[in-house]
């Protein structure tokens, strides 16, 4: 079982950047394929990144491509999520989210999940 926490929400101004950061509790962190998802008000939690255990294979949703970077340092139990170019429909609750094998861009193929980062982009 992993354990997720992340930080790095705020406010931040429309083409502006921030890094939203996952730590992952246990020992067994590097067995793990990780994912970012996001959700707005009234809306279904969407997926927008997933990286391997490995990090030999990332995916990006169609609408952060380009922008956004996942990437993992399993020295330290950490998944990452650099964001560039922020829109204001980027605004969401983000959460990163632990499965242990393969690849899904599906909410309800990950079972462990963090308690979420409020990232708001003003226009």
């Known amino acids: 079982q992993v354990q997720l926490v992340e930080s790095g929400g705020g406010l931040v101004q429309a083409g502006g950047s921030l890094r939203l950061s996952c730590a992952a509790s246990g020992r067994t962190f590097s067995t793990y394929a990780m994912g970012w998802f996001r959700q707005a008000p009234g809306t279904e939690r969407e997926f927008v990144a997933h990286i391997s255990f490995s990090a030999s294979n990332t995916y990006y949703a169609d609408s952060v491509k380009g922008r956004f970077t996942i990437s993992r340092d399993n020295a330290k139990n950490t998944v990452y999520l650099q964001m560039n170019s922020l829109k204001p429909e980027d605004t969401a609750v983000y959460y990163c989210?632990?499965?242990?094998?393969?690849?899904?861009?599906?909410?309800?193929?990950?079972?462990?999940w963090g308690q979420g980062t409020q990232v708001t982009v003003s226009s």
């Open positions: 989210a632990a499965r242990r094998s393969g690849s899904s861009f599906f909410p309800n193929d990950y079972p462990y």
